[in-house]
């Protein structure tokens, strides 16, 4: 068909083409089903690293195409891993308190056993008693629905708050931001309902699954990071290809001009944001499981600054720029930051690259803004033969923005 | 009421300055307006507070058969109502092609939800291609509309515009930057516009006006100075004062 979705977009094949390939050799060579080469909790890193991905394509529909730039999403990533983490949690300590209460001469009431497992979460701030956000922990279904839910709703109601007065620009950045440490603070205090800032912890258990080992468990969520992934640079790839994709592009590029080709701009506006928290909200639910912890430092604005940055050196207004910045970036911050990096000796001064990658990143940040602002996805333009004439700074048309004939048809 | 559009009594200030002073128009289902007048006479005030980009601070804007009032509404409301607007700076979608400019103008549902699910369909198309082929672009529909000319972008958004199917058109300077061929092209196109909707066109060049041959509006000072035939007005002693005897 030639108006298929993937016809119009033979990215969107070729990078399901790679992560399938990827998959298979990660699966091939790991501990889990595989050989062994790779160790378990690299193949958590590279699950995580998808999960970034994720949210990277999500942070690119809502920046990179619509224009918005957000510095929340991380607060919407973090919300989904709090949902999930919430269930994991209570089932685990369920089935431990279960069994430790199992032992006594009287079988427990279902009140003694709920009251056992608040004492256990909730001892370390001091309380036993469970929050009424708890109240659907003890249901897996129930959870996962609000992994959508508390995201998406959050996103609705902030975005058409935001968006119903027309906050644009640098002022709804700050805004956002101002979202994410606000939570983020919340979520700090012992009295916020979900561990202050001892977090959620010991959420690579899988209640249930207490005999399948670790290896096995992290390929697990490898494959549905994977399978995420996929679906997510799809469900993407349909949003920006058709004539929405244009309509959004259209409000990036010039919002008055799409009011008064009568779009509502707003409701465009609301339906990327609260679509692009809910996929963040997803994204969290599959990371956290695998790095074990999440505490409100997660949500703090520098991570959803970080996730700019990726999109911004990766590539904004494309998708698989999105996905290659956010894995180059967070592979590399990984292994610079693991100390496996050897230090740089100067003579008078011996670079460690733990501390000094900061520099590093905030370097390539500045270089790629200003010497290749298409990021890394633009050198697939090399390739494909797509390319923007050298104007050198100098306005070559009759507008900003047009080319002269000639090279326009180079 | 047999006016599609009634403006009366319209006053608009910005920090004290009376950019729009007690201004009254009406223009017909299928007719072609000139509005003339120096700078500052209130001109793209006027047609911001047609669009719903200004809010007056009094009068009335009325709208069709039901005399429904503008000034309630919302901009992309009124677009969808029937006013279409060209602006001075050709303002196209420089990144995406011309089928996709003319693609997003063409009178569709244009709710997100119905926009997301929207398939083109064999019609779209070729109103699409008849359209380029009335703009003169029928061969560039496939072009990023940042490469075409200056002229052809005034063009392509004369074409979105008429994509939309408005029933009241606002053309801000169209012949601006243009050069003699494609002026005649220009107001060939409004003309055969005007055929079948109200076009109002503002306009300083006195020989553009001419050509478009139709009933000039005078403004000035945020009111209306003279109104009928360019003949007529241009005789008018008062509108040679303020603008053609300087």
Redesign the interface.
């Known amino acids: 068909m030639k108006d298929s979705l993937f016809a119009r977009n033979p990215s969107v094949l070729i990078f399901l083409g790679l992560l399938a390939a990827f998959v298979a050799a990660v699966t091939v060579l790991g501990e889990g089903v595989g050989m062994g080469l790779i160790s378990t909790s690299f193949v958590k890193t590279l699950g995580k690293t998808l999960c970034l991905c994720l949210i990277a394509i999500a942070m690119d529909l809502v920046w990179g195409y619509t224009g918005i730039l957000s510095l929340g999403h991380f607060a919407f990533f973090g919300l989904g891993g709090y949902m999930i983490g919430m269930w994991l949690m209570y089932a685990r300590t369920e089935t431990i308190v279960a069994a430790s209460l199992a032992q006594a001469e009287i079988p427990p009431t279902p009140q003694e056993i709920r009251d056992a497992i608040g004492t256990q979460i909730f001892g370390v701030v001091g309380g036993s008693d469970f929050p009424a956000i708890w109240a659907f922990a003890h249901s897996l279904p129930l959870q996962l629905a609000l992994v959508v839910l508390v995201p998406g709703l959050l996103a609705l109601v902030f975005g058409w708050l935001a968006f119903r007065s027309r906050v644009t620009g640098v002022y709804l950045s700050i805004l956002t931001q101002a979202m994410t440490l606000a939570l983020s603070l919340y979520l700090f205090q012992n009295d916020s309902g979900l561990r202050g800032n001892n977090g959620l912890s010991g959420l690579q258990n899988i209640p249930g699954a207490a005999d399948v080992p670790q290896s096995l468990l992290s390929i697990w969520f490898f494959w549905g990071s994977a399978a995420a992934l996929a679906l997510g640079y799809v469900i993407a790839a349909f949003v920006v290809s058709g004539k929405f994709g244009s309509v959004i592009r259209g409000i990036r590029d010039d919002e008055a001009r799409v009011r008064f080709l009568g779009y509502s701009v707003e409701s465009y506006k609301l339906f990327v944001f609260t679509l692009t928290a809910v996929i963040a909200g997803i994204a969290g639910a599959l990371y956290y499981p695998q790095a074990g912890i999440i505490n409100p430092a997660e949500m703090a604005p520098i991570a959803s600054i970080y996730l700019a940055v990726w999109v911004a050196i990766g590539g904004r207004g494309r998708l698989y720029g999105a996905v290659i910045g956010a894995g180059v970036v967070s592979l590399l911050s990984t292994w610079f930051t693991g100390g496996q990096v050897p230090d740089l000796p100067l003579g008078i001064y011996t670079i460690k690259w733990v501390d000094w990658w900061q520099v590093l990143l905030g370097l390539g940040f500045v270089l790629v803004t200003l010497f290749a602002p298409k990021g890394i996805g633009g050198l697939f333009d090399l390739v494909s033969g797509r390319r923007a004439p050298a104007r050198h700074g100098a306005d070559l048309g009759p507008d900003t923005g047009s080319f002269r004939e000639k090279e326009a048809e180079q | 009421m047999t006016a599609l559009l009634e403006v009366s009594g319209v006053s608009v200030s910005f920090d004290g300055f009376r950019a729009i002073n007690n201004l009254s128009f009406e223009i017909g289902h299928a007719e072609l307006r000139a509005i003339i007048g120096p700078n500052g006479a209130g001109k793209t005030t006027f047609m911001d507070i047609v669009?719903g980009?200004t809010r007056p601070d009094s009068g009335r804007v009325l709208w069709g058969e039901r005399s429904v009032s503008l000034l309630k509404m919302?901009?992309?409301?009124i677009?969808?109502a029937g006013v279409?607007?060209k602006?001075q700076?050709?303002?196209v979608?420089?990144?995406?092609s011309v089928f996709?400019n003319l693609?997003?103008?063409l009178r569709k549902d244009?709710?997100?939800?119905k926009?997301?699910a929207?398939?083109?369909s064999a019609e779209d198309r070729a109103r699409v291609a008849e359209l380029a082929d009335e703009i003169g672009l029928g061969d560039q529909l496939h072009?990023?509309s940042?490469?075409?000319?200056?002229g052809q972008?005034q063009w392509l958004e004369i074409g979105?515009l008429l994509a939309?199917e408005p029933r009241l058109l606002l053309v801000d300077e169209p012949a601006a930057?243009m050069t003699l061929a494609e002026r005649e092209h220009t107001t060939d196109l409004l003309k055969e516009a005007a055929k079948t909707r109200a076009v109002v066109v503002v306009e300083h060049d006195m020989d553009f006006v001419r050509r478009l041959d139709c009933k000039v509006t005078v403004l000035h000072e945020g009111s209306v100075l003279a109104e009928g035939s360019l003949d007529h007005v241009t005789k008018n002693q008062q509108v040679i004062d303020v603008y053609l005897g300087r």
């Open positions: 669009t980009k919302s901009e992309s409301q677009a969808r279409g607007r602006f700076r050709p303002t979608f420089e990144d995406q996709d693609l997003m103008a244009r709710a997100p939800w926009v997301l929207y398939r083109q072009r990023k940042g490469e075409l000319s200056h972008k979105m939309q930057g």
